[in-house]
């Protein structure tokens, strides 16, 4: 697997964009970028996912840039509830995801 | 979107005794689930694949006669800790492949976890 690397922490106010950046120089054409999240002590949840073009969904949108070597979910309007562990995964497909540190999103009133 | 449930969602044992986690998925069949592990304050670790009707298959360093994995059928997977020991002591979560509205590749829907305490 492509290794990813993010941001260990973020802060977003309430009702702004929330921008979480993934590098993944290594990525291979065949290669999906995955994101997911963890709201603290629950399961993970699928937030979206994109080969190469631009991603949209009710959730969040995903920019993947022309070479593929980074992206960027985007959580348009961020509240409370969306504070949580970002994790973004580089795979060829969604079986045996593997998890690395991810970004932990704090969003402030 | 698909669900997957885990029984029981917190368990405390003493130590040397045996836990069994169930994970089923309630509204579509999985031949395949994967379970995790995960410390506080730490990343989901992959532990192990379960394969229904087959053997399931480890990751490096998890023992295969601590963590038996039985998949029962096509919406049961079961994780039993054998001897449980306060090391173990960790948040397990299941996880089971789906065809999701994004498209021709499975999505993963994870179960809410089961909290394991061994004192």
């Known amino acids: 697997d492509a290794k990813t690397t993010q941001p260990t922490s973020m802060d977003c106010a309430e009702g702004r964009a929330a921008n979480l950046p993934c590098n993944h120089s290594t990525i291979s054409g065949n290669e999906y970028v995955y994101w997911y999240r963890q709201i603290h002590s629950q399961g993970p949840q699928y937030i979206i996912h994109?080969?190469?073009n631009n991603e949209t969904n009710e959730m969040a949108s995903l920019i993947i840039t022309e070479d593929r070597k980074s992206s960027t979910l985007i959580l348009p309007h961020a509240t409370l509830r969306d504070t949580a562990v970002y994790y973004c995964i580089v795979r060829v497909g969604s079986y045996d995801m593997r998890f690395g540190a991810g970004t932990r999103l704090t969003v402030k009133p | 979107g698909a669900v997957v449930s885990q029984h029981p969602s917190r368990v405390i044992c003493k130590s040397g005794t045996s836990v069994k986690i169930e994970c089923r998925s309630l509204d579509f069949q999985a031949t395949t689930m994967f379970w995790y592990r995960q410390f506080p304050k730490q990343s989901l670790m992959l532990m192990a694949t379960s394969n229904e009707g087959s053997k399931a298959t480890y990751e490096q360093g998890v023992e295969k006669d601590k963590f038996l994995i039985n998949h029962a059928s096509l919406t049961l997977s079961t994780l039993t800790v054998t001897s449980a020991h306060p090391e173990d002591s960790s948040f397990y979560i299941c996880?089971?492949?789906?065809?999701?509205?994004?498209?021709?590749?499975?999505?993963?829907?994870f179960g809410p976890g089961t909290r394991l305490t061994v004192l």
């Open positions: 996880s089971a492949p789906h065809q999701g509205a994004s498209g021709p590749y499975n999505e993963q829907f």
């Open positions: 994109g080969l190469k």
